[in-house]
């Protein structure tokens, strides 16, 4: 295991009824408030007007609206305008992944002279932030509890990332009711990117990590248990809480931290993302039984069968191979099951730019050196050829 300094910053809100608390946790931060949200769920969910009921005349609610899923520069600019113009105090993100990592920006460009699109550069430009609190309504990414954001500029073609203690929130607020009203396609996405997630961690170099792979296998059979039940039932509470909660803790350093090395398969969905404006989640399901496949040799083995085993229940088989091939064809079955469209076809994307997507890949991710298995180019390109 690797030295790693891990701190669970945020402060976990969790249940039924926990948004009443609002008023109370936005009061320590002070009286003008940044409202950012997406494209109008919360409107339709009637959270909005639970949020403006519960914050009354007591505070200057100032609002972004339409943050984009996959969200734009352009609005973490417009919200870093109203920032600096209403002299706010504390940003209040209410929404999915999109909307929490804008406002991560946001609250970061509040005091930057330059352009925000520079944290995705250089994240050591990420000085100070304003405070955020979130109010999450899909399980999925983890942002509700980590520091990343991920952001698009859509004239360079280029999804890309920053990091910082700075801006991991001070509160979120987890209700799983909330999530009660997430279409069948985003909770599909949701749990992918949890368990892409996990998997990321999962299937690393650095050996002797007993606790965070311990970790990772239990939350990955929780989501292998809860997302059926969710998709057949939306209102199933337990399913949903069990979601919520998993996504946060696949992401907040328990499972990474004392890992070195970078992630494979988000690099790669990122460019289809930046190219096609495709769902995180579904990219990533598409691509990961495709990249297992690909890197699965004497090497590897033995931890797809060990995944196997522990995760989808495999008996110990002489052959490790036998047992790492089934664990991979069970990978997609799964998604395929629940009904993930498993294919770059499906998602709208064709193999005219996979060449051009295949080189970004590696110019913005060191996968030849830093991945779990080397990527070159052509790797990229193989693993994007099979997933169409
Ligand atoms: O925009 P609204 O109208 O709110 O609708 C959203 C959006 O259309 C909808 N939605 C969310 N909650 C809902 C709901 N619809 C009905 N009822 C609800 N309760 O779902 C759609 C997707 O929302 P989005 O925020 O985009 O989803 P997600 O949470 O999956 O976030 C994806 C983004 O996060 C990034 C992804 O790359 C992508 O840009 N990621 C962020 C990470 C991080 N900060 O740590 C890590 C991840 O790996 C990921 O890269
Ligand atoms: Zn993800």
Request: proline share 4%.
């Amino acid at each position: 295991m690797e030295n790693f300094n891990f701190k669970a910053e945020t402060n976990i809100l969790f249940g039924k009824g926990q948004v009443d608390k609002l008023p109370n946790v936005l009061s320590s931060f002070g009286k003008n408030v940044l409202l950012v949200y997406g494209g109008g769920s919360i409107k339709r969910s009637g959270l909005y007007d639970k949020i403006n009921q519960l914050l009354g005349d007591d505070f200057n609610l100032f609002e972004l609206p339409g943050v984009e899923p996959n969200p734009r520069i352009e609005t973490v600019r417009k919200g870093a305008a109203l920032c600096k113009e209403h002299n706010i105090d504390v940003c209040l993100a209410v929404g999915g992944g999109s909307t929490i990592d804008c406002t991560k920006a946001i609250a970061a460009a509040r005091f930057y002279q330059g352009d925000p699109w520079d944290f995705t550069q250089d994240s050591r430009l990420v000085k100070e932030a304003l405070p955020i609190v979130t109010i999450l309504t899909i399980a999925a990414t983890g942002s509700e509890m980590n520091g990343g954001s991920v952001l698009t500029n859509v004239e360079t073609k280029e999804k890309l990332s920053f990091g910082s203690r700075k801006v991991v929130p001070k509160v979120s607020i987890l209700d799983p009711t909330l999530t009660f009203s997430v279409p069948t396609y985003q909770t599909l996405a949701g749990s992918s990117d949890i368990l892409s997630h996990l998997f990321e961690n999962y299937f690393n170099k650095t050996p002797n990590t007993m606790v965070q792979d311990g970790i990772a296998e239990g939350l990955m059979r929780t989501v292998y248990h809860y997302t059926p039940l969710a998709l057949k039932n939306p209102e199933d509470y337990d399913a949903r809480a069990n979601l919520m909660w998993a996504s946060s803790l696949a992401l907040n350093g328990l499972t990474g931290s004392g890992k070195s090395g970078i992630w494979s398969c988000h690099g790669m969905e990122h460019e289809l993302s930046a190219y096609y404006d495709i769902t995180h989640g579904i990219g990533l399901a598409i691509i990961t039984p495709r990249w297992m496949q690909h890197i699965l040799s004497e090497e590897t083995a033995e931890r797809f069968a060990m995944f196997g085993r522990r995760v989808f229940d495999l008996e110990k088989d002489d052959d490790m191979m036998k047992t790492a091939q089934k664990a991979i064809e069970l990978t997609y079955e799964t998604f395929k099951e629940w009904g993930v469209p498993m294919t770059l076809g499906e998602v709208g994307i064709d193999n005219k730019l996979l060449e051009e997507m295949a080189e970004q890949t590696i110019k913005h991710k060191d996968l030849a050196t830093e991945a779990y298995v080397s990527l070159d180019k052509e790797d990229v390109l193989a693993i994007f050829e099979a997933s169409l």
